[in-house]
């Protein structure tokens, strides 16, 4: 079974910080783009942030200048630096990995911001 293994989810305060890590095997984690998606509670889930294997990031407009993806091979893990929360940041985080026509997804991390 694939996994993606996600940490650092929790409750935070607006205006805080958290960093979420997903953790992958080094052939999941190298077939193509690596990226981060949110669902909020009654809402689709949607692309946060995501980043090609050339580092190429890409992120939504809501969290331009707020959120920063990163991916290190050598831990074949992605992270996601999350600055200045805000209380409609509030969803289960999904770490997801894309390529090769494959596709695959971690369990979810919740992060809460209490306003």
């Known amino acids: 079974q694939v996994q993606l293994v996600e940490n650092g989810g929790g409750l935070v305060q607006a205006g805080g910080s958290l960093r979420l890590s997903c953790t992958t095997s080094?052939?999941?984690?190298?077939?193509?783009?690596m990226g981060w998606y949110r669902q909020a509670r009654g809402k689709e889930r949607e692309l946060v942030a995501s980043i090609s294997r050339d580092k190429k990031a890409n992120y939504a407009d809501s969290v331009k200048g707020r959120f920063t993806i990163s991916r290190d091979s050598a831990q074949d893990t992605v992270f996601l630096q999350m600055n200045s929360l805000k209380p409609e940041d509030t969803a289960v985080y999904y770490c997801?990995?894309?390529?090769?026509?494959?596709?695959?997804w971690g369990q979810g991390t919740q992060v809460t911001v209490s306003s």
């Open positions: 080094s052939s999941i984690f190298s077939i193509g783009v």
């Open positions: 997801n990995s894309n390529g090769l026509g494959m596709n695959f």
